[in-house]
């Protein structure tokens, strides 16, 4: 005679504030890039393709693939409006879809992609599962107490799932700077110490021209260099590793990478970028489901004596949160 087994398991909730601040990052970092571009940067001729937008296969089902070329930048500003609604915030289960369909295009679409449009299409299609079962308006507010209860079966699977994609992205992001670090070794001016200077000065890739003059200054003695090149290698393995430490080491690697990458955008002006490793950042050194470290909430005035605090943020500590789960 064969009974049923069933074990109860504590599962994250996966909808945080954290994750949704995440999101912003990253449609932030393409809307950026599609606002501030003109259509034939973006879409132009590369030495070794043709002309973009590539529309060859599957990729005709692109977004700048489903009309003519002469009709890019009507494309392009919708996509645009499309990443802003994202942005906001609002209703993350009706926005992840578009999002990951605009950001796929982009980078499957334009002749210039970088590395961040890459993360950017990855990072949005694995985080659908868990923008679908968000059951917030916005995705900056906390969960309320009638959706942590997981009474359905449906809504159970759907809890399980979320945190699952979760840790998906937390390992895919890892697997990113574990692959960066590790490859910076293989060539010999990291290995040496001395590639920050190359990368400094390079002509396509270097230092504005207001930010030359320092890092001349920097970057004039060796070990100077050999701890600025060095630095970016032990801090994104030690990313690769960070879900093996505990909650406060990873609080530090954040605020780490948060420089690192800000620094890469002052150096080499790749915003784009930086917003989008920022969100891929704050998913992967925060646990599932985190908040913000404090969230505002406003008064209302009660009674005439109470105007004057109307209005008023108060701070609020708000950690992730879990609910008993049945399997």
């Not at 915030?89 to 499957?108: D, E, K, M, N, Q």
């Not at 895919?172 to 190359?198: C, N, P, R």
């Not at 404090?294 to 008023?312: C, D, L, P, V």
């Amino acid at each position: 005679m064969m009974r049923n087994l069933a074990a109860s398991v504590r599962v994250p909730l996966a909808w945080g504030a954290c994750y949704g601040l995440a999101r912003t990052f990253i449609a932030l970092g393409t809307a950026g890039t599609l606002a501030l571009s003109s259509s034939d940067s973006l879409f132009g001729l590369v030495s070794t393709r043709p002309k973009a937008p590539y529309c060859a296969g599957i990729q005709r089902l692109d977004a700048f693939c489903v009309t003519s070329s002469s009709h890019l930048d009507v494309v392009r500003w919708a996509c645009v409006a499309v990443l802003l609604v994202t942005a906001s915030g609002w209703r993350p289960r009706l926005t992840c879809i578009p999002h990951w369909y605009v950001a796929a295009s982009f980078y499957t679409s334009s002749s210039i992609p970088d590395g961040g449009d890459q993360v950017a299409s990855v990072l949005t299609l694995l985080l659908i599962p868990v923008a679908l079962g968000d059951p917030r308006r916005w995705h900056w507010q906390r969960l309320s107490s009638s959706a942590d209860e997981t009474s359905s079966e449906l809504r159970r699977w759907t809890t399980v799932g979320a945190a699952c994609f979760t840790f998906a992205v937390q390992l895919q992001v890892a697997g990113i700077y574990f692959q960066s670090s590790i490859a910076k070794l293989s060539h010999q001016e990291w290995a040496d110490g001395t590639a920050m200077y190359y990368w400094a000065f390079d002509p396509s890739f270097g230092a504005s021209s207001w930010l030359s003059p320092v890092l001349r200054v920097i970057t004039g003695w060796g070990p100077t260099v050999t701890f600025l090149t060095w630095v970016p290698i032990a801090l994104e393995f030690a990313l690769a590793i960070s879900l093996l430490m505990s909650r406060r080491a990873r609080l530090f690697l954040l605020a780490g990478g948060l420089t690192l990458h800000l620094m890469i955008g002052l150096v080499m002006g790749l915003w784009s970028f930086v917003l989008v490793m920022w969100g891929a950042l704050l998913i992967l050194c925060n646990p599932i489901g985190a908040s913000l470290p404090w969230r505002i909430s406003h008064r209302r005035a009660m009674a005439a004596g109470e105007n004057e605090t109307a209005g008023k943020g108060t701070m609020d500590t708000a950690d992730e949160r879990s609910t008993e789960v049945t399997v």
